[in-house]
């Protein structure tokens, strides 16, 4: 009954698929007891899609953890004058129109101290997290979760999922080095997550709007096939690799600046060199990827494995969930917090 009760459902819904968690906080780390997932057409099928996977998925809880992205969604790091967190949160509000496109009353703010001691002037600094969410988005997030019969115990940032699952498994594993810099880059359907981690905590995120619909399409393009059939192309190249890699090479060679981009102003600002880069998501493991970031890079590309460290428990068919291990990064950092309930 314990286990039961402390149980939630990781809930991560894309612009293409849903993928859902059912977990438990299994004392070291986290078990997974339910899976399921499903392709959506459009926006307007999200809700008949998540009725349908609660449906036939006989899940044991309401309890659901979800995440938010978008242009409705800012993250920002400010460097503002030393404070309590309690006059932080009363601070920002005065401070937050310098940094976010929005109303003040249009969003939900929330805060987090970085690092206290920022800078050398005489006046003690800290460098803070500053998140705002434009409150439609999440009154539309809470009526979709209602609509589907779910109670919603927390809704996080898609970017910091990744963080959380990437933390999970490293402490699973010996722990984060608290001085090394790694970014976790996650494709997915319309947009590429970037978070960039110094130890555990974030310093660096954005969402860059390309990502594996636009490898569909310049498949699309090369071999003249509707978007189904080069979908199923881009993902099952078998011999057709070489010339799968050749039309997505200009898209990867874009993503990939992109991505140089925002490791270079983390560079600037922080006068620190990212390490290594860490890659998940449903369009991880295209043909070419790989070489392209290393190039683009000129550092190891490593594809990583979200449930490498998670319990499975018995009745789940391990070989299907292992074949969506990398697209389950979100869905494994929102699992996660379970065990912070």
Not at 132 to 140: C, D, H
Not at 332 to 341: D, E, F, I, P
Request: charged share 25%; hydrophobic share 40%.
């Amino acid at each position: 009954m314990f286990g039961r009760s402390k149980r939630i459902l990781a809930l991560d819904i894309g612009s293409s698929e849903i993928k859902a968690l059912e977990v438990a906080d299994s004392g070291g780390g986290i078990s997974i007891h339910n899976y399921a997932c499903t392709k959506i057409g459009n926006q307007n099928e999200t809700i008949y899609a998540i009725k349908e996977i609660i449906r036939r998925s006989n899940f044991k809880t309401k309890r659901s953890v979800t995440s938010v992205s978008g242009r409705s969604v800012i993250v920002r790091y400010v460097t503002m004058a030393q404070m309590p967190e309690q006059d932080l949160r009363h601070a920002i509000r005065f401070e937050a129109d310098k940094y976010i496109p929005f109303e003040v009353d249009e969003v939900q703010m929330d805060t987090q101290i970085l690092e206290d001691q920022v800078g050398d002037g005489s006046q003690p600094e800290m460098k803070v997290l500053l998140v705002a969410v434009r409150k439609n988005l999440i009154e539309e997030h809470l009526h979709l979760l209602q609509e589907a019969g779910l109670q919603s115990a927390i809704i996080d940032v898609d970017a910091f999922a990744l963080g959380n699952a990437f933390e999970l498994r490293a402490r699973q594993s010996g722990g984060l080095s608290p001085e090394k810099v790694v970014a976790l880059i996650d494709i997915g359907a319309n947009k590429t997550n970037i978070n960039i981690l110094k130890g555990s905590i974030s310093y660096f995120t954005r969402e860059v709007y390309l990502a594996g619909n636009d490898f569909t399409e310049a498949v699309s393009r090369k071999f003249n096939l509707d978007t189904q059939e080069a979908e199923r192309l881009k993902c099952r190249p078998d011999d057709q690799a070489g010339e799968v890699e050749e039309a997505i090479l200009p898209t990867l060679d874009d993503l990939g600046n992109e991505i140089q981009l925002s490791f270079d102003y983390f560079e600037n600002q922080f006068d620190r060199v990212v390490e290594e880069v860490y890659i998940s998501g449903g369009s991880a493991q295209l043909p070419g990827l790989q070489r392209a970031f290393e190039g683009a890079f000129e550092k190891s590309v490593v594809f990583w494995n979200p449930l490498e460290t998670i319990e499975v428990k018995p009745g789940i068919d391990v070989k299907t969930l292992n074949q969506y291990a990398g697209q389950l990064a979100v869905a494994v950092g929102l699992a996660s917090r379970v065990r912070k309930w």
